[in-house]
């Protein structure tokens, strides 16, 4: 059996309050051997840490959600500064910009200054960097062009734009900076042709799997609770786009995230 690295979950959310060691459990059974959980403002920083040294097999990324960017101040780059020393923490994120209608309240400039001053210190700092982007990729990627001017080291990434939900176009265009791109259950939905095309487009090499558990379910659990184990179903459509087996599809994106976290 391949190992299977999901590289965005939520598992501190409310929602696997009443399992969550046994979904932890079944993860580890179905060969995912790697977790990466995100926490996306600070009250959250030392719930995933406890919760990366309960369990090995989950690291945690540390960032300030685009819903909370009126929160940044620049006292907060001192905290997250503290903690992304930790052997815990492998990245900063999930940071971005969200202009979908979940986030109507947060003004679109400050979402982009909170977001330039938490890429240019994990730069400083570096690590690699877990963005959110929904609706805002064209402005996503001036503000990435603007950081990033030049390749990321071989066999790294500078981070990755998780859940990806952009354009063939933009997909190339993310790849080409440096980052990784996330792949997670909306890929596995009949409408979603264009995101397939986009996976087909980076191919293997530029790609990561997560599920953004619990949210994003895959096809055959839509309308339920999602977990890591079912980023075997990510993979399993990922691999039907690059005419590979699941075994292929696997192995060279855990080879990816294990090079985008610094893990190998
Ligand atoms: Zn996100
Ligand atoms: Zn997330």
Known sequence: MPEFFDTHTHLLDAAFDPDREAVIERSR???VRRIVEVAD???????????SRAC????????LHPYHAREFEERLLLGLERSIRLPEVVAVGEVGLDYGPHNTATPHDVQQRALERLLTAAKEWDKPVVIHCR???EDLLGILRKTYTGPPPAGRYWGVVH????????ASACAALGFAIGADGPVTYPKNELL???FARVGPAATVLETDCPYLPPQSIRGKRNEPSAVLEVARGLAEVWKL???EAA???TANALDLFRLA
């Open 29 to 31: 059974l179905a060969c």
């Open 41 to 51: 403002s600070p009250a959250g920083w030392p719930k995933a840490i406890a919760l």
């Open 56 to 63: 090995p097999a989950v690291r945690a990324s540390l960032g």
């Open 135 to 137: 609706n805002a990729y």
């Open 163 to 170: 859940c990806f939900s952009g354009t063939p176009e933009q």
């Open 196 to 198: 397939r095309q986009a």
């Open 245 to 247: 087996g699941i075994e």
């Open 251 to 253: 192995r060279v994106t």
